[in-house]
């Protein structure tokens, strides 16, 4: 066979192989949620923020009864002082820093408890929105669902691909249905 031969043979399975019909190239569905949003709208978030608001102020006011009343104390200290000498002032000054440490201490353990019980059902309110998207996209379709917001990882994204305001009323749906209805708590 001579070389013209093998070029041309060559040519024609090149030739050959670019007309075969193109394979369907599958569209790929995208969208994203914008999570500072879902966080802000969704209610069950809310009332995760609202339960540890109240908590707080539970906790806060048997705490900043204490504190009044120490403050009240410190106040009469400067009073007494003089009346009572020297070493009554020394010992009573020491009875009130003490007791100042403990109330800081106090405060400070109350507020790590509360962050630590909130975070806990924050982590799993989070994990629970992740699966539900996961899902959601899973069953509408998608190739991808992007998340913006507070950790963003998207730095543009048209308008028409987000799906934010879908996945909260879906998520709202959801824990309506598996929280108490407002008309049978009120019974």
């Given at each position: 066979?001579?070389?013209?031969?093998?070029?041309?043979?060559?040519?024609s399975i090149t030739v050959l192989s670019c007309n075969k019909p193109a394979t369907a190239v599958k569209e790929v569905k995208t969208a994203y949620v914008d999570t500072s949003v879902l966080m802000?709208?969704?209610?069950e978030a809310k009332d995760l923020e609202a339960k540890y608001k109240a908590k707080s102020a539970e906790k806060g006011r048997q705490l900043d009864a204490e504190i009044a009343r120490f403050k009240q104390e410190a106040a009469g200290f400067q009073a007494q002082a003089q009346a009572n000498g020297q070493a009554w002032a020394q010992q009573k000054?020491?009875?009130?820093?003490?007791r100042e440490q403990q109330l800081g201490a106090a405060q400070?353990?109350?507020s790590q408890e509360l962050q630590q019980e909130s975070?806990?059902?924050?982590d799993s309110l989070v994990s629970g929105v992740k699966k539900f998207i996961k899902t959601y996209g899973k069953e509408n379709g998608y190739s991808y669902i992007y998340g913006t917001g507070d950790a963003a990882s998207i730095l543009y994204a048209e308008d028409k691909y987000d799906i934010t305001k879908v996945i909260v009323k879906a998520l709202n749906d959801k824990y309506k249905s598996v929280t108490p209805k407002e008309a049978e708590v009120k019974k």
């Amino acid at each position: 066979m001579s070389k013209k031969a093998l070029v041309i043979i060559a040519l024609s399975i090149t030739v050959l192989s670019c007309n075969k019909p193109a394979t369907a190239v599958k569209e790929v569905k995208t969208a994203y949620v914008d999570t500072s949003v879902l966080m802000k709208e969704y209610t069950e978030a809310k009332d995760l923020e609202a339960k540890y608001k109240a908590k707080s102020a539970e906790k806060g006011r048997q705490l900043d009864a204490e504190i009044a009343r120490f403050k009240q104390e410190a106040a009469g200290f400067q009073a007494q002082a003089q009346a009572n000498g020297q070493a009554w002032a020394q010992q009573k000054g020491a009875e009130l820093q003490k007791r100042e440490q403990q109330l800081g201490a106090a405060q400070q353990q109350l507020s790590q408890e509360l962050q630590q019980e909130s975070g806990k059902e924050m982590d799993s309110l989070v994990s629970g929105v992740k699966k539900f998207i996961k899902t959601y996209g899973k069953e509408n379709g998608y190739s991808y669902i992007y998340g913006t917001g507070d950790a963003a990882s998207i730095l543009y994204a048209e308008d028409k691909y987000d799906i934010t305001k879908v996945i909260v009323k879906a998520l709202n749906d959801k824990y309506k249905s598996v929280t108490p209805k407002e008309a049978e708590v009120k019974k």
